[in-house]
Structure formats: structure tokens, C-alpha cells
């Protein structure tokens, strides 16, 4: 059991981050072991990695503390139960090697390794053994066809920097749960319906 949480707004601002922060750690009962931040700002086509005092130990990315402002309009924020790939290679948001695909993760992949193989045979790269960067790569090679190829359950938010857009897809049945809301300054959307009336700016 993972933790995803994240907007895509209209247009970037700068305002303090504790609510992110805030709404990541409402969730730290589904993902202990782990807590990362990506901020997208989609007019400057620039996305930043951030860690946090509750991420795993030996990553190298810098240090996003309550009250700081970065201009984004896009985040993604994961907190991790780690199963599959303990390393830190497995750190969420999890971008490919090539930069071009962002992803969290809420679930599981069974067939990960048989995907994986055919990647690898397809020409792709992995940095890690966890079935999140195989279900990366498999956007990468399919594009929205990837998700008749996995089977398994998942939630996931996606950003495509290619064609600068965010993805949220979740699985057939819903057993990973994903709730978003429409607000007036864009799209929210976490693992918990509480997480969300959190960070949502509305009544709901």
C-alpha cells in the first residue's frame, strides 16, 4: 500500500508548499518507508525532484521544507511501502531514464517481469527493478495501450513532458483507490477522499 497525491492547476504560482507537504503526511500510514515530491511548471516546460525530512536516507536530491516557494503548477507526491525494489532506485515520483515520463504509483503489477523482458528486448533502459519504472516504460513503448498489457491494480498520476500533460488512470476495478475533484483553479487528486477535501480549495 502506497500514497499518491498531487494538482494540475491553470497557471503556476508560488505559494508555500506546506499544503502538499501537509496533505503527504496525512498519508504516512500508507507508505512509511519513503516520501518524494515533483513540482512542474508547464509554461517553462521545467520539472524539479524534491526530498523531504521523511524521505529514505541516500537520495540525492535537495531538501523541499515547509514554507518554501517553488513556481509550479503540476505536483506530484508519493509516499512508499517498499515491496518490489527496496533501493532507492524504486523512489517515487519515479522519472525514466530518458526524462520524459514522471510517474506515481499505488499498487502492483503482476506480470512486471514479463513486461519488463519485452522491453528490455524492445531497446529500453531500466535503473531499477521495480514494477513502477516497468509500467513507465510501458507508457513510453504504448502510450494509453500500455494499460491493456498490465495486469494487476494500480492508481497512478503520470506527466507526459513530452506533450506537457498530466495523466491519472486507476484500475479496472478500482481496487487501488483514486479520488479527484474538479476546483476552480484546476484538478486534485490523492489515494484518500480526506486527502483531498485537504487540499482541494473548495467545500466540499
Known amino acids: 500500500m502506497c500514497g499518491i497525491v498531487g494538482y494540475a492547476r491553470n497557471r503556476p504560482s508560488a505559494q ?3 499544503p502538499l507537504i501537509s496533505a503527504l503526511r496525512q498519508m504516512s500510514h ?3 518507508d519513503d516520501e518524494g515530491l515533483t513540482l512542474v511548471n508547464r509554461e517553462e516546460r521545467t520539472a524539479k525532484e524534491f526530498a523531504t525530512i521523511e524521505s529514505a536516507s541516500g537520495l540525492s ?4 521544507s515547509a514554507g518554501d516557494r517553488v513556481p509550479h503548477d503540476v505536483a506530484l507526491g508519493h509516499r ?3 515491496i518490489i525494489d527496496l533501493s532507492t532506485t524504486g523512489h517515487q515520483p519515479l522519472w525514466t531514464i530518458d526524462r520524459k515520463v514522471c510517474v506515481c504509483v ?4 503482476f506480470n512486471h517481469r514479463a513486461l519488463r523482458e519485452e522491453l528490455v528486448g524492445l531497446g529500453w533502459r531500466f535503473k531499477g527493478h521495480s514494477d513502477t519504472e516497468v509500467m513507465a516504460l510501458a507508457y513510453r513503448q504504448w502510450g494509453l495501450d500500455c494499460f491493456q498489457r498490465f495486469n494487476g491494480f494500480w492508481a497512478l498520476s503520470l506527466y507526459d513532458a513530452d506533450r506537457n500533460q498530466v495523466l491519472l488512470a486507476r484500475d479496472r476495478l478500482g481496487k487501488a483507490p483514486l479520488y479527484y475533484c474538479n476546483a476552480p483553479d484546476g484538478v486534485y487528486w490523492a489515494s484518500e477522499l480526506s486527502v483531498v477535501r ?4 473548495l467545500d466540499m
Open 16 to 18: 508555500p508548499i506546506d
Open 30 to 32: 500508507r507508505g512509511p
Open 61 to 64: 536530491l535537495p531538501l523541499l
Open 80 to 82: 512508499r511501502f517498499s
Open 106 to 109: 499505488n499498487g502492483e503489477l
Open 198 to 201: 485537504q487540499l482541494a480549495p
